[in-house]
Structure formats: structure tokens, C-alpha cells
């Protein structure tokens, strides 16, 4: 009879120990550490491509929550290849024909960009300092509510 409530008792108390332990997430956010052209940039050549490099291998498909427009996030998508470095941590993209010289273009992070376990990256870390501006009312949690823009001009 002993024996039958010990059992309870130590699922009880392992199941408590969980409880109270420290339940960090053990994966580190993926942050983006590097754009190019960076936000507020003049003079880029018409026929440059835009990278995008990410502190962890990303999402497969993410890269569609990455955009070119020609103006800004409301003007016409330009149409680019999208390519990942072998580990997923580093897109480029290159507009399909070259650019219009003298013109604005606005490079669109979406807000639903994800790494490879699933997690909204952390896009205004780093991506303030790189001249990004956060969309659609301010930041949360690390990222921006509608995701972060970087401007730029071609010479």
C-alpha cells in the first residue's frame, strides 16, 4: 500500500520542480545584423542587389516577406530573384532589370519574417542602426508592428 501513494507523491513533486524551474527558451533570437543598401543610402549603382543577413539560418519561403518597391512600401513591388547562402542566414535579392537612376526604392522586411525553429526575428536591434524605420506603429517584442523599411537612392 506504501508503495501506491509514493508513486503520485514523486510525479507530484518532479512535476513541481518543473513548475518552478527557470523556462528560458534555449534558442537564442535570430536577429538581422546586416542590410545593404542600408536605410538612407545615395549614389547605389542601378544595378546593385539587396542583402539581408540574419545572426541564424532562416525559414524556408521566408523570403517572401521581403519586398522591393520602387517610392516607398506603398509603390509598385519590383520584381527580383531571390537567392539564400547555403546555411539560410544571408538573402540577396536582385531586381530582375537594372534600377532607374535618381529614383527611390524602399526594401520591406514583412513583420511575419521567421528563422528555421519558427520565431519572429528581432529586426530593430540592429536594424535602427542601419538606418531601417519600423512600420505600422512602433516596436514590439523586438520586432515591428508591420515589419521595418530601409530606404535608399540610386545615382
Known sequence: MTTMW???LLVSALLGLGACSNSTN????????AVAPAGGAT???VST?????????????ADSEVTLHQGDVTGTVVPCTRSWSVDSMVLTMTPTSPLA????Y????????????????????HGMGMGG???GGGMMGGGCA??????????
Open 106 to 125: 524602399t526594401s520591406h522586411l514583412g513583420a511575419g519574417l521567421m528563422d528555421a525553429h519558427g520565431h519572429v526575428i528581432d529586426m530593430t536591434s
Open 26 to 33: 534555449s534558442t537564442p533570437t535570430t536577429q538581422l545584423v
Open 146 to 155: 508591420d515589419g521595418m523599411e530601409f530606404g535608399f537612392t540610386t545615382s
Open 49 to 61: 542587389s539587396i542583402t539581408m543577413h540574419f545572426s541564424g539560418s532562416m525559414m524556408t519561403g
Open 43 to 45: 549614389g547605389i549603382g
Open 133 to 135: 524605420q519600423c512600420m
Open 6 to 8: 509514493k508513486r503520485p
Open 101 to 104: 537612376a535618381g529614383t527611390h
